[in-house]
C-alpha cells in the first residue's frame, strides 16, 4: 500500500463556526485517515526514541526440567 503526503491546509473560522475533530475526519476516506494514523504514529516514534535502535524486542522464557 502506498501512503499519500498529507496537503497541509489552514482555513481561518470563529469558534462558533469550527466543525468539531470527529466530523472533520470522518469526511475522509478510511485511506487518507489511515495514512495521518500512521504519520502521527512515524512523528512520536521519533520523539519518543530519538536515539533508540530500532529492532525486534527480546523475548525470553525459563524453561524447568525434569529431572531423571
Request: proline share 1%.
Amino acid at each position: 500500500m502506498k501512503i499519500r503526503s498529507i496537503e497541509k491546509a489552514v482555513t481561518k473560522t470563529t469558534f462558533v463556526k469550527a466543525k468539531s475533530d470527529i466530523e472533520y475526519w470522518m469526511s475522509r476516506d478510511p485511506a487518507e485517515r489511515f495514512a495521518a494514523l500512521e504519520e502521527i504514529r512515524r512523528e512520536y516514534n521519533n520523539w519518543k526514541y530519538t536515539d533508540a535502535e530500532q529492532r525486534f524486542q527480546r523475548v525470553y522464557r525459563i524453561v524447568k526440567l525434569k529431572q531423571g
